[in-house]
């Protein structure tokens, strides 16, 4: 069966936000590369304060799940947007596990809907971290 992965972009704080990330999630980096690590033929030179920017970067969150990431700029993004475009959605095993990555994750960014059990029967949050990416956490609970 195939996975679905987020891929995130960042303005510089690539690095900084996926530490943050770890720190709730918990694992290792298995691959962190550098702009200054690409290899260069010349024809599109990296600007020179992009060298120890993120050209990649991964987090393995379980079996089938990666969070991946780099930070963008220059003439490939001059769309970007701070995280408004997508949400990313975490199923939690359990109510304590929803409450925990609910509370680490949403630190220093903005609540829009606190957990709480939902109509449809999932305890369910939503919030903007402290770097612009939107976020939902649930938790299937039995329905009333």
Known sequence: MATVNIYLSFNGNC??????????????????GRYKDMPNDGSKPIPADFGDRIMHISLPISKETVLMGSDT????????????????????DSK????KLFNKLSEGGQVTMPLNVS?????????????????MVSHRTEPK
């Open 15 to 32: 690095e900084e936000a996926f530490n943050f990330y770890k720190s709730a999630f918990g694992g290792e980096f298995p691959y962190i």
């Open 73 to 92: 700029g220059g003439e490939w993004s001059s769309n970007y947007m701070k995280g408004n475009n997508f949400s990313l959605s975490i199923g939690a």
């Open 96 to 99: 304590e596990e929803a409450e």
């Open 119 to 135: 109509f449809w029967g999932e305890y369910f949050g939503m919030f903007t971290d402290k770097f612009g990416i939107n976020w």
